[in-house]
T-cell receptor, first 118, second 115 residues
Framework: NAGVTQTPKFQVLKTGQSMTLQCAQD?????MYWYRQDPGMGLRLIYY???????DKGEVPNGYNVSRLNKREFSLRLESAAPSQTSVYFC?????????????????FGPGTRLTVL | AQSVTQLDSQVPVFEEAPVELRCNYS??????LFWYVQYPNQGLQLLLK??????LVESINGFEAEFNKSQTSFHLRKPSVHISDTAEYFC?????????????FGAGTRLFVKA
């Protein structure tokens, strides 16, 4: 099992450009998450999907959109990138169902995408 | 409001010395508590978690954490660290909010183990 995979690993964008970060998991998990990691701030939740076909905003959703394409895949789109979106982005998944953002579940993380917006 | 405070941003320690990484949280309800570890250039992985029962939980690589409800703390300890323990450690707290649960991560503590 590959676990949680993310593409690309690195990306440099110019202000105003758009891009989509891809995430896939092969553990048959119901919930998937997108986080950003910034120095001194830990992980902050951008969006999550508690089940196939549903998505909800997290703490910092502005400037992002998501798509839960199927049970395996959860993509994050930046429509018009800004320097404030320079960060490391992590996708995660967990077994949980229903409207549970975490709960008792262990979250399994991908290796991350390092994004720089110039 | 729920919050997680990791009191030390960096902890340098010599190999084979003991270490304690501190985590305090604020929540007025029952919580679930986690420690995740992030090795360089990797994603986070679960180290240990407290859900219920014994307040002392252990990981397979010698770390332990104790849930202290009165002090709202979940400090991580290891009696003797190795070079390979060098990583960033994140405390996370999950508690109930309207409609479900909410998990918040602390800012992280970088552990540097020196030879």
């Amino acid at each position: 099992n590959a676990g949680v995979t993310q593409t690309p690993k690195f990306q440099v964008l110019k202000t105003g450009q758009s891009m989509t970060l891809q995430c896939a998991q092969d553990m048959n998990h119901n919930s998937m998450y997108w986080y950003r990691q910034d120095p001194g701030m830990g992980l902050r939740l951008i969006y999550y999907s508690a089940s196939e076909g549903t998505t909800d905003k997290g703490e910092v959703p502005n400037g992002y959109n998501v798509s839960r394409l199927n049970k395996r895949e959860f993509s994050l789109r930046l429509e018009s990138a800004a320097p404030s979106q320079t960060s490391v982005y992590f996708c995660a998944s967990s077994e949980g169902t229903s409207q549970i953002w975490g709960g008792t579940d262990t979250q399994y993380f991908g290796p991350g995408t390092r994004l720089t917006v110039l | 409001a729920q919050s997680v405070t990791q009191l030390d941003s960096q902890v340098p320690v010599f190999e084979e010395a003991p270490v304690e990484l501190r985590c305090n949280y604020s929540s007025s309800v029952s919580v679930y508590l986690f420690w995740y570890v992030q090795y360089p250039n990797q994603g986070l992985q679960l180290l240990l978690k407290y859900l219920s029962g014994s307040t002392l939980v252990e990981s397979i690589n010698g770390f332990e954490a104790e849930f202290n409800k009165s002090q709202t703390s979940f400090h991580l300890r290891k009696p003797s660290v190795h070079i390979s323990d060098t990583a960033e450690y994140f405390c996370a707290v999950s508690d109930v909010y309207t409609g479900g649960f909410k998990t918040i991560f602390g800012a992280g503590t970088r552990l540097f183990v020196k030879a």
